[in-house]
């Protein structure tokens, strides 16, 4: 149930496009986002990514499964293999045993593993939270906040007071239209941004800061599939990271603050790369 109706999470829009929600509850998600055009648009995207998926996987899900690859054929082969072998040399009997029964729960898995994938497809996509392991370009992300969000005399290469400079040059180097996010009614300016090195090119990170010299960090790298994916959450330590794909351009954002407090400015920035 809904605790606040006034401040729906991204948990509860996942849990409305997935139909998990009660009617009850529903109704108060779809009045939250006849308010909040931007959640409204994430719905979109969300359900827009649900039927693509359904449309990719649907039939697969409800193929059959060839004969020949039937596990209790396969089982009643390796047994039939087993038997053979165990009359010509007894003493691999025990080692057999071990190996059919591990062969068929393997077979298993794969089949029932491939059986579910298709209807969990989209479940992927929209995860609320990733390991950094599965996703490079978080680690490096987290990397560079911690490298450079504690410096105090060279934070950044280019400061903000010249952005027009600073977003023409990373514009230039990753090759795709770079775009400094306005975050100053959220209470953050603008400390600059500097180019990083990757494995397979260069990554830019634009730098904020608040009154209280918090700071949080933008990781903006060029995609080489026009991909788009909706937000994912990742944590580290004291380290929290929203990220997601918008065709061209992959987006994380970094910071030492909440879930609660780094999910509106993603958001925030989201809507202002997307316009």
Known sequence: MIKDKNNIDHDDLHAYVDGQLSEEDSILVER????????????????????????????TLH?????????H?????????????ELRNPALLRKLNDFRWQSVAAVLSIFIFGNISGWLGHQTLIASQTSTQKRPMVRQALDAHTTYAVEVLHPVEVSGKDEGHLVAWLSKRLQIP???PKLKQSGYHLVGGRLLPRNDGVAAQLMYEDQTGKRITLYLIRNKKAETSAFRFASEKNMNA????????????????TKEALSPLAKNIYSQMAS
């Open 32 to 59: 939250y986002l006849d308010l909040h055009s931007e959640d409204a648009a994430f719905v979109a995207d969300l359900k827009a990514q649900r039927e693509r998926l359904k449309t990719l996987f649907d039939n």
């Open 242 to 257: 929203f990220y997601w794909l918008d065709h061209d351009v992959s987006y994380v954002l970094v910071g030492n603050i």
């Open 178 to 180: 770079v775009k400094a």
């Open 73 to 85: 054929r396969l089982a009643k082969t390796i047994d039939d293999q087993s038997k053979a072998k």
């Open 63 to 71: 193929e059959p499964i060839p004969e020949r690859l039937s596990p």
